[in-house]
């Protein structure tokens, strides 16, 4: 009889097979988790930064508008046809210069009119004189008579109203000649306004009126051009309502303009108006700031990027703020207001740590307490990978002004 083995060669193979399996999803295991180790570790590598030097400004940002700081319409204070204008868009122009004339002959006529009345009345008073004289020479004979009745009481009574009555004529015609001399003076200084002057130096930047147009003066003064003086510029920037009060009446402010290939135009705070603009519910204060131009390059309704330097610090001790963690407002002191931070050590160990702060702004902020150039810090899991590690850090340096 033949004994049938226990362990066959079919067994054999099947343990080699499922050992061989084994064998094979160990390995994948141990692989996969030494990856994950390594990143992790990679990624905490990442995640800390150096303290390093750099340059920080805090400031606010606005929108603006350029505009002369000194301009002035030229209007028409008479009606009538612009006969003429002597000067264009772009012209430079002197005070006392003629910009304009209106037809001046209606106003020439008046003045005219006004002329003859006077003369007119002064004849009439001449000849009132004549009279008076006459009435006084016969109410003087007639008191030398009265006494030795020669003439009636009543004559003489007549020649004394008579003298009177001239006189009162002489009075009423003279104030006739101050009214038509007050109406004369009013005629002529329209006759003047036909000729429009330049009341300042100044270029023309605006005009809106054209030769042969008929003015209407007497329900609003209709404008005929615009002078500026374009040698200094105002930015009207629109200012927030969150931000109106860290600005102050001569802050340093710079602003950029399109197509300004980077250059900065610097000035101050000349002026916040205190009435606001409300545009869709936003509450906006407008905010004055002067500027020199002497080289022409700004224009009036050019769009400015206005930056008002709150504060600046050169060559400081600089942290991202991402790194800054919990804010401790009852620990800050004079030295500037309180975070903790995680910071790491040689073995890239965490432990927290309070710092001081001064200058900040949305990325980098100004140490000065309790870290100090090469100490290194971690940063928050969200900034680090949304900053993409160390290599995406970089101190701040303001560009040269």
Same mark, same amino acid.
């Given at each position: 009889?033949?004994?049938?083995?226990?362990?066959?060669?079919?067994?054999?193979?099947?343990?080699?097979?499922?050992?061989?399996?084994?064998? $094979?999803?160990?390995?994948? %295991?141990?692989?996969?988790?030494?990856? /994950? $180790?390594?990143?992790?570790?990679?990624?905490?590598?990442?995640? @800390?930064? /150096?303290?390093?030097?750099?340059? @920080?400004?805090?400031?606010?940002?606005?929108? #603006?508008?350029?505009?002369?700081?000194?301009?002035?319409?030229? #209007?028409?204070?008479? $009606? #009538?046809?612009?006969?003429?204008?002597?000067?264009?868009?772009?012209?430079?122009?002197?005070? &006392?210069?003629?910009?304009?004339?209106?037809?001046?002959?209606?106003?020439?006529?008046?003045?005219?009119?006004?002329?003859?009345? +006077?003369?007119?009345?002064?004849?009439? %008073?001449?000849?009132?004189?004549?009279? @008076?004289?006459?009435?006084?020479?016969?109410?003087?004979?007639?008191?030398?008579?009265?006494?030795?009745?020669?003439?009636?009481?009543?004559?003489?009574?007549?020649?004394?109203?008579?003298?009177?009555?001239? %006189?009162?004529?002489?009075?009423?015609?003279?104030?006739? +000649?101050?009214?038509?001399?007050? $109406?004369?003076?009013?005629?002529?200084?329209?006759? #003047? !306004?036909?000729?429009?002057?330049?009341?300042?130096?100044?270029?023309?930047?605006?005009?809106?009126?054209?030769?042969?147009?008929?003015?209407?003066?007497?329900?609003?003064?209709?404008?005929?051009?615009? %002078?500026?003086?374009?040698?200094?510029?105002?930015?009207?920037?629109?200012?927030?309502?969150?931000?109106?009060?860290? +600005?102050?009446?001569?802050?340093?402010? !710079?602003?950029?303009?399109?197509?300004?290939?980077?250059?900065?135009?610097?000035?101050?705070?000349?002026?916040?108006?205190?009435?606001?603009?409300?545009?869709?519910?936003?509450?906006? !204060?407008?905010?004055?700031? *002067?500027?020199?131009?002497?080289?022409?390059?700004?224009?009036?309704?050019?769009?400015?990027?206005?930056?008002?330097?709150?504060?600046?610090?050169?060559?400081?001790?600089?942290? =991202?703020?991402?790194?800054?963690?919990?804010?401790?407002?009852?620990?800050?002191?004079?030295?500037?207001?309180? !975070?903790?931070?995680?910071?790491?050590?040689?073995?890239?160990?965490?432990?927290?740590?309070?710092?001081?702060?001064? +200058?900040?702004?949305?990325?980098?902020?100004?140490?000065?307490? &309790?870290?100090?150039?090469? *100490?290194?810090?971690?940063?928050?899991?969200?900034?680090?990978?949304?900053?993409? &590690?160390? *290599?995406?850090?970089? =101190?701040?340096?303001?560009?040269?002004?």
């Amino acid at each position: 009889m033949r004994v049938k083995p226990l362990i066959t060669r079919r067994h054999l193979y099947w343990f080699a097979g499922l050992l061989a399996v084994l064998v $094979t999803a160990g390995a994948a %295991l141990r692989f996969y988790f030494q990856k /994950e $180790t390594e990143s992790a570790q990679a990624a905490m590598k990442e995640s @800390i930064v /150096e303290i390093a030097y750099g340059d @920080i400004e805090e400031n606010v940002t606005a929108q #603006g508008k350029l505009e002369p700081k000194e301009y002035v319409d030229i #209007g028409a204070q008479v $009606t #009538g046809q612009l006969q003429k204008l002597f000067v264009e868009i772009g012209d430079i122009v002197k005070t &006392g210069q003629q910009l304009a004339q209106i037809d001046p002959r209606i106003y020439a006529a008046r003045v005219q009119a006004d002329e003859a009345s +006077i003369n007119n009345l002064k004849a009439q %008073l001449v000849q009132q004189e004549a009279l @008076i004289l006459f009435a006084n020479r016969q109410y003087a004979r007639n008191r030398k008579l009265y006494p030795t009745k020669a003439v009636s009481q009543e004559t003489l009574q007549n020649s004394e109203s008579n003298s009177k009555a001239a %006189l009162a004529v002489a009075d009423s015609i003279r104030a006739q +000649i101050q009214q038509v001399e007050s $109406t004369l003076a009013g005629d002529r200084t329209n006759l #003047g !306004y036909t000729k429009i002057f330049a009341s300042m130096d100044g270029t023309v930047v605006q005009q809106t009126a054209r030769e042969g147009q008929t003015l209407n003066a007497n329900q609003q003064t209709p404008n005929i051009m615009q %002078l500026a003086k374009l040698d200094k510029m105002t930015v009207r920037s629109q200012t927030a309502e969150a931000d109106i009060m860290r +600005i102050k009446v001569g802050m340093p402010v !710079y602003f950029t303009t399109l197509g300004s290939d980077q250059r900065r135009w610097q000035g101050v705070v000349r002026q916040i108006l205190p009435t606001p603009e409300v545009v869709n519910n936003v509450v906006l !204060y407008n905010v004055l700031v *002067d500027v020199d131009n002497e080289d022409g390059q700004l224009m009036s309704g050019m769009s400015a990027q206005v930056f008002f330097v709150l504060g600046e610090a050169r060559h400081v001790p600089v942290i =991202p703020v991402n790194a800054l963690g919990k804010r401790l407002q009852d620990r800050d002191n004079e030295k500037g207001r309180a !975070y903790q931070v995680k910071a790491a050590g040689a073995d890239n160990r965490v432990s927290e740590k309070v710092i001081h702060v001064g +200058i900040q702004n949305r990325r980098f902020a100004e140490i000065r307490d &309790g870290l100090s150039v090469g *100490d290194r810090v971690k940063l928050t899991v969200a900034s680090a990978q949304k900053n993409g &590690g160390r *290599d995406s850090y970089r =101190p701040p340096a303001m560009p040269r002004i």
